[in-house]
């Protein structure tokens, strides 16, 4: 069925149906650590790291020779217990830490070589769900949602029905004027996914997405999310939630203990 894009949003697309209602994503990325050529491999990836390890401080690696490549148009699922590395790692790629060592590229640009003053050009096409929300406290619901395309010099007038629908569609039409400080958990992150991928970014890192939300909402976020992968965006979501990893049937990392390993798919040799 073909989605409607003519208006430069996504929104349309989910929120009026107009999307398969099965879910099924795109499996025919290459996957990780097979690929014969890695240099092909890496400038064609969305994301690569090799080698990498990660410490805060002088303190211990907290990430200890995470290899990974994420190609375009990828759906994966990041998962590992408490304290395994998850919101680390998507910090790593969210460019807001360095690796204390290894090897790591993004849209094709090696980090190492890349100026700082150009970094807010790339983050600029990441969109980000942070496990702590981080909304502005002194912004409307609506504000916090339209900020990326404010920022993206977009006009009031050519985003205003996005926002709204959007808002709408994640269930919160009539909190829209609400300040964060006044919504409950659930609703914060709902705010928080809302501007994540307001403007159908390249790359969506989202980390812990549902886990404030109820499971009927949930469900409906995961197809915000599969919609919006397949428009295009590369999506990692890193989660607890087995319901949320199974119902897909995507390809799984795990962390554990710093280290990160591909889950072997069921039904899949
Ligand atoms: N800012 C920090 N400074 C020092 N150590 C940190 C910092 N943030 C996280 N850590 C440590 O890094 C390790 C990994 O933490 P991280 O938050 O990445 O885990 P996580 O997998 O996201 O856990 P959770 O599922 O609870 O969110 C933990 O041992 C944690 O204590
Ligand atoms: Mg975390």
Same mark, same amino acid.
């Given at each position: 069925?073909? *989605?409607?894009?003519?208006?430069? +949003?996504?929104?349309?697309?989910?929120?009026?149906?107009?999307?398969?209602?099965?879910?099924?994503?795109?499996?025919?990325?290459?996957?990780?650590?097979?690929?014969?050529?890695?240099?092909?491999?890496?400038?064609?990836?969305?994301?690569? #790291?090799?080698?990498?390890?990660?410490?805060?401080?002088?303190?211990?690696?907290?990430?200890?020779?995470?290899?990974?490549?994420?190609?375009?148009?990828?759906?994966?699922?990041?998962?590992?217990?408490?304290?395994?590395?998850?919101?680390?790692?998507?910090?790593?790629?969210?460019?807001?830490?360095?690796?204390?060592?290894?090897?790591?590229?993004?849209?094709?640009?090696?980090?190492?070589?890349?100026?700082?003053?150009?970094?807010?050009? #790339?983050?600029?096409?990441?969109?980000?769900?942070?496990?702590?929300?981080?909304?502005?406290?002194?912004?409307?619901?609506?504000?916090?949602?339209?900020?990326?395309?404010?920022?993206?010099?977009?006009?009031?007038?050519?985003?205003?029905?996005?926002?709204?629908?959007?808002?709408?569609?994640?269930?919160?039409?009539?909190?829209?004027?609400?300040?964060?400080?006044?919504?409950?958990?659930?609703?914060?992150?709902? *705010?928080?996914?809302?501007?994540?991928?307001?403007?159908?970014?390249?790359?969506?890192?989202?980390?812990?997405?549902?886990?404030?939300?109820?499971?009927?909402?949930?469900?409906?976020?995961?197809?915000?999310?599969?919609?919006?992968?397949?428009?295009?965006?590369?999506?990692?979501?890193?989660?607890?939630?087995?319901?949320?990893?199974? +119902?897909?049937?995507?390809?799984?990392?795990?962390?554990?203990?710093?280290?990160?390993?591909?889950?072997?798919?069921?039904?899949?040799?």
């Amino acid at each position: 069925m073909p *989605v409607k894009t003519a208006r430069g +949003s996504f929104a349309w697309a989910v929120i009026r149906g107009k999307f398969a209602p099965e879910i099924a994503l795109r499996t025919d990325s290459p996957p990780a650590h097979v690929c014969p050529s890695i240099p092909c491999c890496i400038l064609n990836a969305m994301l690569h #790291l090799e080698n990498v390890g990660m410490r805060y401080g002088m303190g211990r690696e907290v990430l200890s020779d995470v290899t990974l490549t994420l190609a375009p148009g990828e759906f994966r699922f990041l998962t590992g217990p408490s304290g395994a590395g998850k919101t680390s790692l998507l910090k790593l790629l969210y460019l807001a830490e360095r690796p204390s060592r290894g090897l790591m590229s993004m849209f094709g640009r090696d980090l190492a070589l890349t100026p700082r003053q150009e970094l807010p050009a #790339l983050r600029r096409r990441i969109g980000v769900v942070f496990q702590e929300f981080r909304l502005l406290d002194h912004l409307s619901a609506y504000e916090n949602v339209a900020l990326p395309l404010r920022i993206a010099g977009r006009k009031p007038a050519e985003y205003r029905e996005d926002v709204e629908e959007l808002l709408s569609w994640v269930g919160l039409g009539d909190r829209m004027q609400a300040r964060p400080p006044t919504l409950s958990g659930g609703e914060k992150q709902r *705010v928080a996914i809302a501007r994540a991928v307001v403007a159908k970014p390249d790359l969506l890192l989202a980390d812990e997405p549902t886990g404030s939300i109820d499971p009927d909402m949930g469900e409906r976020l995961l197809r915000l999310f599969v919609e919006l992968n397949r428009l295009g965006t590369t999506v990692l979501i890193a989660t607890h939630d087995r319901h949320l990893v199974e +119902s897909l049937g995507v390809r799984e990392w795990r962390l554990s203990g710093g280290s990160l390993h591909e889950v072997p798919q069921k039904g899949r040799s």
